[in-house]
C-alpha cells in the first residue's frame, strides 16, 4: 500500500483538468527574479521538478528557455505536454523525481513550484546538487495563504465552518498570517541541507477574486480537502458555499503571497 503522502501526491493526477483550471499562477515578477538571480542566459537550460499541467513552466518556454519537466502524475504529464505543446523546447518525462536517473552537472537552474514539500526529504537537497551545473541555482516556490483588512471576515468566517464541519482540517486551515509574517520554513531547511547557501527570499503579494464556485474547485484541489470522506467533503463544500453566497454576496477576495527563496550551491 502507499503510504498516506505517496497517495496524497497521486490524488492530483485525478484532478488534472481541475487542477490546471482552478490554482492560481505565479507573478510575471516571481520569474524575473528567478532568471535574475541565476544570471540566466538564453542558452541555459532548467530542470523543472513536479511541473503538474506547466503553469510555472510555461512562463520559461514563452521566454524562451530549454526546460526538461519531470511530473509524477501521468495525467498531469498529458495535460503539461498539451500546454507546452506550442514550445519544443519544453519537454515533459513522467517520472518520479525521487528515483529517475540524470545526468549530473546538466542545469543552470532547479526549479520547483508548489512540489518541492513532496519530495523525499533525506534525499531531495542531494539530488538537486548533483543535478546542476557550477555556479548554477535553485529556485523553491509556493503560494502561501495570508489575511489582510482586504479578507479578514470572510477568514474569520470560514474558520468558523471549518470547526463544525471539518475540525480536523483546522491545524492547516487555521488563520493565516500578515503578508509580512508569511512563513519561510525553507529559509532554514535550504541552509540546514550543507549543500546551498547564497540564500535569497522574495515575497509577492496577490489579491486574487473568487466566485462561490471558483473558490469551491479552488478548495477541491488542496490535497488535504480530497482526503476527506467524500459526504463530508460535500458538506463542508456547500457550507462554504452557502456562506460566500449568503454574507458575502457571492464573491471574495483570496490573498496570498507568492514565497521564492533562491540559492546556489556549495562548492567543494
Not at 104 to 129: C, G
Not at 175 to 196: C, M, N, Q, V
Not at 209 to 215: E, T, V
Amino acid at each position: 500500500m502507499m503510504s498516506d503522502n505517496r497517495a496524497r501526491r497521486y490524488s492530483y493526477d485525478k484532478i488534472a483538468q481541475l487542477y490546471d483550471r482552478a490554482r492560481p499562477r505565479y507573478p510575471a515578477g516571481l520569474f524575473d527574479d528567478i532568471i535574475a538571480y541565476a544570471g540566466l542566459t538564453a542558452a541555459a537550460r532548467i530542470l523543472e521538478i513536479g511541473c503538474g499541467t506547466g503553469q510555472a513552466t510555461l512562463p520559461l518556454a514563452q521566454r524562451g528557455y530549454a526546460i526538461d519537466c519531470i511530473e509524477l502524475g501521468a495525467e498531469l504529464a498529458k495535460a503539461a505536454q498539451v500546454n507546452l505543446a506550442p514550445f519544443p523546447k519544453a519537454q515533459v518525462l513522467q517520472a518520479d523525481f525521487d528515483r529517475v536517473a540524470l545526468a549530473p552537472a546538466r542545469y543552470d537552474l532547479v526549479l520547483s513550484a508548489t512540489a518541492f514539500h513532496w519530495l523525499d526529504p533525506a534525499t531531495r537537497f542531494d539530488r538537486v546538487h548533483r543535478l546542476l551545473k557550477a555556479g548554477g541555482a535553485l529556485a523553491l516556490c509556493w503560494h502561501r495563504p495570508v489575511v489582510t483588512d482586504t479578507s479578514r471576515a470572510f477568514v474569520d468566517a470560514s474558520q468558523r465552518v471549518y470547526r463544525a464541519v471539518a475540525p480536523e482540517l483546522t491545524r492547516r486551515c487555521r488563520k493565516p498570517p500578515s503578508p509580512d509574517a508569511a512563513a519561510t520554513e525553507y529559509a532554514r531547511l535550504i541552509p540546514a541541507s550543507g549543500l546551498f547557501d547564497q540564500l535569497a527570499i522574495r515575497k509577492h503579494y496577490q489579491a486574487s477574486k473568487y466566485s462561490a464556485a471558483a473558490y469551491i474547485e479552488l478548495l477541491d484541489t488542496f490535497s488535504d480537502h480530497r482526503a476527506l470522506a467524500p459526504d463530508k467533503r460535500r458538506q463542508l463544500f456547500e457550507a462554504i458555499e452557502n456562506l460566500i453566497q449568503a454574507t458575502f454576496s457571492g464573491e471574495v477576495i483570496r490573498e496570498t503571497v507568492a514565497l521564492l527563496y533562491m540559492a546556489r550551491p556549495q562548492q567543494p
